[in-house]
Every structure is written in C-alpha cells, then in structure tokens.
C-alpha cells in the first residue's frame, strides 16, 4: 500500500506548482497582447508614458515582494534605480554604434551591478530592523546622489550623462514610431519581471518569505535561515530596480542626480502601498499611480493662473501632497490597497 499511495502524493504539488506557471504564462501573454494592441491605438505621448508605466512596475513588483512579503522596508530604491541607469549610460557610450544588441548587453550590465550594490545593502540590513533598517536604506537614497554630482570627471556632475539609443530595427519599417518601440523594450522587462516574479514567491522562496515576515523565530525553527532569505530578497528587488533604473533611461536618454531624488524612494513606498503591499496586481496600481498623479499635478497647475515662481512651488509639493491625499483615502476605504478591493459575487 505504501508503495503505490507515495507517488500520487508527491505528484500533487507538482502539479499544482504546474497549474500556477501556466496560470501566469496565461496571464503574461494577455498583459502582452493588450499592451500590443494599446501601443497601435494611443498617441506617441500616452504610448510615452505607457512605456513609463512599464519602468516603474519593474521597481514597484520588486519592491513589493522585499516590503510587502519579506517586511523589509526600504528608503533606498531610488538610488539603486540610479545605480542601473548610469551603468545603462556609461555602457551605452562605450559600445554606442555597434547594433541593436548593445542595448541589451547595458542593461544586464545594469542589472548586475544593482543587484550587487543590491547585496551589499542587503547584508547589512539583515542585521538591522525597524527604524534602524529604514535609516541605512535612506542614507543609501542620499549618498548615492551625491556621489554622482562630486565625481564629475565620470558622472558629468548636475548635468548628468546622455544615454545613446540605435533606433527601432529596420524590420518594423522606416516610419515606426520611437514611442511605441519604446513601450515594447519597457513592457518587455516589465513583463518578463512581473512573471519571474509570481513565479518565484509562489514557491518555497515566497513562503520562506513570508515566514520572515511573520515571525522570525518560528522562521528559524522551521528550519528557514533567516539572515540568507533577507539577503536573497534584498538582491531580487534590487535587480529589479536596476532593471527599471536601465529602463529609464533608455526612455530619457539622459541620466542625472536629479533624476532620482530622495522623494523618488518615497513615492515607490507610497505607491506600494496605496496599490496593495504584499500584491503584485498593487504593484501594477502603484506603477500606474506614479505615473497619474505627476500627470494630474502638472494639469492642475496650468489650469490655475498663477506666477512661474507659485507654480514651480506647486510642481514641486503638490505631488507628494496628493499621493499624501490618496493615501489616507485608500487606507480608510481599502486598508489592504487598491488591489484589495474585489467585486463581491451575488449569493444565488
């Protein structure tokens, strides 16, 4: 009996964690089909910003899996954005001219040195928590910056570097549209990332995450090490930042310190969490939410008649004041974000 009963209950979880793969293959290719058809129906600007959009999910999917499942928080994510930018940029300008496959080879450069900067970040916060965890992250949002701005021999100071793109390939036809193509390289990464991702939590690596997040002791009696998880997260969600850091400038095609203020951290943390932390669907909220709300701000100021000197003022307070606003809202209406909230099925 023993013999025959062992493999039919082994064979159930792999097909579960089969059924899970297919279910987000299934979900990732009509994310890719539906941003394909938007890209034909939109105008350059809204194609610009859809590509946008796409760069800031990157951050906000590996953000919400260190904060909303390993219960890292982290102040710093802006700076490993510019962490993969300017490695986007610095590579770019060294093979700039030599084909389409330079870019790809500059982003994995991006990825790579973010992950690690991602990793040295990372073991130092594992042994860090609370406000002490939240101080190095945002000392990483401050220091970063400014290392760029003094080194100007190699950063270009305030200025800040160009970052050479080739155009669309010649096989999509001489008059494609740059904004499209630049909305199929983000939503390519934004894709690819949002899929790794939900595959890997849905693992062992995500209950070991969330473990972590619950209760460190029982974690470690379980048998989880602790210390490596947080590690292993911190390095997941830094790639991805550099990932979305390498993104953005490619859409820019400039890099800069001011590109990546200390608000910049700030607004992921709040846009993770208005859209849902611990969610992937609150990660694509937040993404679309950085993206809105700068936009709505920048409306609302040309509506009103006032000097140039108020409305830089307003361009420069009014977006942290409405991700402010929108936060108290979704907490007192959805305490778990936007992702949360769900149509409520009719009892027959």
Known sequence: MSVTLAPKVSAAPRLTRQARKHRHLLWTVAAAVLILALTYVLPPFRNYQLATVGAYLCVTAGLTVLTGLNGQLSLGHGALMATGAYTVAMVQEKLSGRGQWTLLVAVLAGIAVA????????????????????GLTLAVAVVVPAVASTFDKTFN???????????????LGATFPYERWQAWLAWAGALITVFGLATLVSGRFGRSLRAVRDDEAAARIAGVNVARTQVLAFVVSAACAGLGG?????LAQSVSPGAFPLSLSLFLVMAIVIGGLGRLAGAVWGAVLLV???????????????????????EGNLPLALFGITLIIVMLAAPGGIASLRPRRRKA
């Open 115 to 134: 992950t690690l900067a991602g990793g040295i970040v990372g073991l130092a916060a594992a042994r860090l928590r609370g406000p002490y965890l939240a």
């Open 157 to 171: 100071s305030d200025q800040g570097l160009s970052v050479y793109v080739d155009p669309p390939p010649l096989a």
């Open 246 to 250: 390498g993104l953005f400038a490619v």
């Open 292 to 314: 809105a709300l700068p936009a709505l701000t920048h409306s609302v100021t040309d509506s009103i008649d006032v000097s140039p000197a108020v409305a830089q003022r307003l």
